[in-house]
């Protein structure tokens, strides 16, 4: 198999195989992986070999040099016929009018069609006893019917330059492969790895168990996931998760395999095997997702099965009508009909989708968007409305302490302070948690400590009881003053969450935390205005706090104080009038995450649960990637319909020229092979990524 042409036909070959769980190709190598029990092996090579492919089992994928060879030595045998071709093009023109000359000729440029399209015939006559009219089989008539109507020079000619040209287009192919297989390169195949005697030693990262220690030096790759245990530095995690900025870390920080040390050596716990990796995983998912037709891309498939039968229908009838409807000559009119089966190969039209959707999955990948699939590439530009879950999707997810207030002038403010913190100090809650990162004051010894649910904290400090209480508790207290009431409600109003410290006396000082947007939430909601989509924020909070959170991000469309089914029955409602995106990070996002047409999920602050039921994964949690995945959607379209057009068009004029002028079968290969390369290189531009 030398084209995405062929891979299709095994793909078709393979699809009544329930037991084939994955399919790994590598045009290049020449090589197929399958994920399937070894029982079904000997069926599954049966049907390989019925599709006219000849499979050979080999116990591991051949070492790059192998397979560089292999091409090379493919490249010298292709360029060996196009010389010998070149010889009988030679001896038709120069030779004497003899038949030694002829025979001789005719004995050079069977050479070259036999260095050069033996693999082409096998499988074109295999297609041909089936039934099938695919590209390998036009070709074998094609070349056949030249060669037996006298016109063997440019047989021979013809099938070395489509053999070359397939080669050619096979690696071109494999360049769009290569940008995500070369994402594992990121990884070091070694790490250093902390013996049971404190020594370090470098060991195969395959190797490495979870829970052991790894140490990375400035300047090396971390080779498996991990949590920061000892040391601090920046770490740049842009082959990974696409962030353009090197992050900080520090003890209980997750690194990634792949990622760059930048500064300081970092000691980490490795958290997952190689094979489990998130590079791993990556780039598994984004080859998963390559095995996906997309619509077009099916599109296209049910078109070409079309398209060619009805080529040939029309050649055959250029052949035996044209010369009893206007008089051509039946070797001229044969001649026609053979160069518009080589213009008919479909391989341009094929090709034109898979390499346009590979191409847009890696350069997705590279920027740290992980698309599971090209149906879902391509469903994001049809998208109108894009709904964001509240917490962890537009905020951080982690509250913050953005207010605090004296209320009482009796104490100092540290002696205050302090009791505020070792209460806060004390407790799990996300408020109290805040509260005391928040406050820098000297911790003091808490007795009789109790946590009241739904209303905070109590315990003795220095033999004074002290309360941090919510507006409830403090009403229920008989604490709240009107003043305290008009401070509390200010703070409210913004959608902030507030704890009150008092004693037997009344309310001693104010403490306000809120959870604050995301820093890339505004840029992302002014880029998806900008390109046309509406947005809704979904939030299970109240309706202040979240317009609070909304207004500044100018989201007009809020849900709030909604329930997993709420959000869910919500998306589907609006899915039904029309593409809906949904945004989430939570076990409780997901069943909104499946409803909706095309999911949405952050890599770092989601739930696995999320990952799993999201469509595209956001690998660093930059929201600003959701435009940049529309923008690339819709610039994969346009390409797409620019390669059929392409492919179409160029064949349709060549068509024109075959019967009404004077193409020949040199016209066509260059019509046919020409168009395939075109839309291959086309669709390869989108590596170069999209705008920011």
Not at 78 to 83: D, E, I
Not at 112 to 137: C, D, E, P, T, Y
Not at 167 to 175: F, P, Q, T
Not at 480 to 501: F, W, Y
Request: charged share 20%; glycine share 8%.
């Amino acid at each position: 198999m030398d084209c995405a042409v062929e891979e299709g036909q095994i793909r078709r070959a393979l699809e009544r195989f329930a037991s084939v769980r994955r399919l790994r190709f590598d045009l290049a190598g020449r090589t197929l992986g399958i994920d399937a029990p070894v029982q079904s092996w000997d069926e599954i090579a049966a049907a390989i070999a019925a599709a006219g492919f000849e499979a050979q089992r080999i116990a591991a994928r051949p070492p790059a040099e192998d397979r560089a060879r292999a091409r090379r030595a493919e490249l010298w045998r292709l360029l060996a016929a196009l010389a010998v071709a070149l010889g009988a093009e030679l001896i038709h023109f120069l030779a004497p009018p003899l038949l030694a000359w002829q025979l001789l000729g005719m004995a050079v440029a069977a050479g070259a069609i036999a260095l050069s399209g033996l693999a082409v015939f096998r499988k074109g006559l295999s297609a041909l006893r089936r039934g099938q009219l695919n590209i390998n089989a036009l070709m074998s008539v094609a070349v056949s019917g030249a060669f037996l109507i006298g016109q063997w020079p440019e047989a021979a000619m013809v099938m070395a330059l489509y053999a070359l040209a397939e080669l050619i287009e096979a690696r071109s192919v494999e360049r769009a492969r290569d940008a995500i297989a070369g994402l594992l390169a990121l990884s070091p195949p070694q790490a250093e790895l902390r013996l049971a005697d404190g020594s370090w030693a470098l060991r195969e990262a395959g190797t490495i168990a979870v829970g052991s220690r790894v140490r990375v030096k400035p300047g090396e790759r971390f080779a498996l996931d991990g949590r920061v245990s000892a040391g601090r530095g920046a770490v740049d995690q842009s082959p990974v998760t696409g962030e353009s900025l090197p992050v900080d870390k520090q003890p209980g920080d997750e690194v990634y395999a792949g990622s760059i040390n930048q500064s300081g050596a970092l000691e980490f716990e490795v958290t997952r095997p190689a094979s489990d990796s998130v590079l791993a995983r990556l780039i598994q998912a984004v080859e998963e997702a390559q095995s996906r037709r997309a619509p077009t891309q099916r599109f296209v498939d049910r078109f070409a099965a079309i398209y060619t039968p009805a080529v040939f229908v029309l050649a055959l009838g250029v052949a035996l009508g044209m010369p009893l409807l206007v008089g051509w000559a039946w070797s001229q009119a044969v001649y026609k009909a053979l160069v518009l089966l080589v213009i008919a190969c479909p391989c341009a039209l094929v090709i034109s989708t898979p390499v346009t959707i590979v191409s847009g999955l890696a350069a997705a990948a590279r920027r740290g968007i992980l698309i599971k699939g090209g149906v879902h590439l391509e469903q994001a530009r049809r998208l109108r409305l894009i709904a964001l879950d509240k917490t962890g999707t537009l905020t951080e997810g982690r509250p913050k302490l953005v207010a605090q207030q004296l209320l009482s002038s009796a104490q100092p403010p540290d002696w205050i302070l302090g009791r505020a913190q070792s209460l806060a100090s004390r407790s799990d809650h996300p408020v109290s948690k805040a509260l005391a990162a928040g406050l820098a004051a000297a911790l003091l010894p808490v007795e009789d400590l109790v946590a009241e649910p739904g209303r905070g904290l109590r315990g003795r400090i220095a033999g004074g009881e002290f309360l941090l209480a919510n507006h409830r508790w403090l009403q229920e207290r008989g604490l709240c003053t009107p003043t305290v009431a008009a401070l509390l409600q200010a703070q409210e109003a913004q959608g902030r969450t507030v704890s009150v410290l008092a004693d037997a006396s009344g309310p001693l000082a104010l403490f306000a935390v809120a959870d604050s947007a995301r820093a890339s939430s505004a840029a992302a909601l002014a880029e998806l205005r900008a390109l046309g989509m509406a947005t809704a924020m979904l939030s299970g909070d109240n309706e202040a706090t979240a317009r609070a959170i909304a207004a500044p991000l100018g989201i007009a469309r809020v849900h709030a104080g909604l329930l997993p089914q709420d959000k869910q029955d919500l998306v589907a409602r609006w899915s039904a009038a029309g593409p809906v995106g949904m945004v989430g990070d939570g076990v409780n996002d997901a069943p909104s995450l499946a409803a909706a047409s095309l999911g949405f999920s952050l890599g770092g602050a989601s739930t696995d649960t999320a990952k799993e039921t999201a469509d595209v994964l956001i690998m660093d949690d930059d929201l600003r990637k959701l435009p940049e995945t529309i923008r690339l959607s819709r610039r994969t379209h346009a390409i797409l319909l620019q390669n059929i057009a392409l492919a179409l068009g160029i064949k349709a004029l060549f068509f024109v020229l075959a019967v009404f002028g004077n193409a020949s079968m040199w016209m066509a290969v260059f019509a046919d092979m020409g168009a395939s390369l075109l839309v291959v290189f086309n669709g390869l531009r989108l590596l170069r990524g999209v705008r920011r």
